[in-house]
């Protein structure tokens, strides 16, 4: 706690007075990949393996309405991400996400963006019960009650960003929320790669943009593997 400013240690004991499960910045198992970030939450609340924060972890994101390519890409990767010994990080959401969670088969780490308590879809409690009952950790930074929101999807990103010491893009458009997720990990000084995909297919035109700003090229789970977990 010494290391915390005085404004910061304010918000992070005021944690104490919620309901459920939260982890404190100033824990010992608090993730050391978010310590010093800026921006970066006060306390997570959780639900499962909090052992996993200790793990080096792959963020694997992309977008809902994938291609079967970018499924399988996903599978591939988290699956080599989990033979390494990492963990893989999203944000338990369709497409893309559940892919990485399914295939991680545990080893996986879920950021919401909504409070723990608050009501979801079926597909996702379904997918959430999953990743609980395969050892796999549920984060959130918000209240228990905090329902989803256009606002709440854009912050969760940075704390999926922060966990993980590199971001693979799998499969995006434009306007998608992994771009947010893979900016945010630039702004990091993370490392960020993307697939490129096909330069006529609208699902991975974001890819290209992320290319274009700098991202590396996806090149298959080697490109990943031997910088990042090991």
Same mark, same amino acid.
């Given at each position: 706690?010494?290391?915390? /400013? ?12 919620? /309901? ?14 978010? +310590? ?11 639900? #499962? ?35 390494? #010994? ?13 892919? #990485? ?24 409690? +379904? ?12 984060? /959130? ?17 940075? &704390? &999926? ?18 771009? &947010? ?5 630039? =702004?990091?000084? +993370? ?11 609208? /699902? ?6 992320? &290319?274009? =700003? ?5 090149? #298959? ?10």
């Amino acid at each position: 706690m010494a290391a915390l /400013s005085a404004l910061l240690r304010a918000r992070v004991e005021a944690v104490g007075a919620w /309901s459920g499960c939260w982890l404190r910045a100033d824990a010992p198992e608090w993730p050391v990949p978010l +310590r010093g970030l800026p921006g970066a939450p006060v306390a997570l609340a959780y639900e #499962g393996n909090l052992g996993l924060l200790a793990a080096p972890a792959v963020a694997i994101v992309g977008t809902r309405r994938c291609t079967a390519t970018g499924r399988r890409l996903a599978r591939e990767l988290a699956r080599a991400v989990v033979q390494a #010994g990492g963990v893989v990080v999203s944000g338990l959401a369709a497409g893309i996400d559940a892919e #990485g969670h399914i295939a991680a088969a545990g080893r996986t780490i879920a950021v919401l963006g909504q409070g723990l308590d608050s009501p979801m879809a079926g597909w996702q409690a +379904r997918l959430r019960e999953r990743v609980l009952a395969e050892g796999g950790l549920v984060l /959130s930074e918000y209240p228990p009650a905090q329902p989803a929101a256009a606002w709440t999807f854009p912050r969760r990103n940075r &704390i &999926i960003a922060g966990l993980a010491c590199t971001t693979v893009v799998m499969e995006a458009g434009h306007r998608s929320g992994a771009k &947010i997720t893979a900016h945010n990990a630039a =702004e990091y000084g +993370r490392r960020v790669l993307a697939v490129p995909g096909l330069p006529d297919c609208e /699902s991975f035109a974001g890819c290209l943009d992320l &290319i274009e =700003e700098g991202a590396e090229v996806y090149r #298959g789970v080697g490109s990943v593997l031997l910088a990042a977990v090991r």
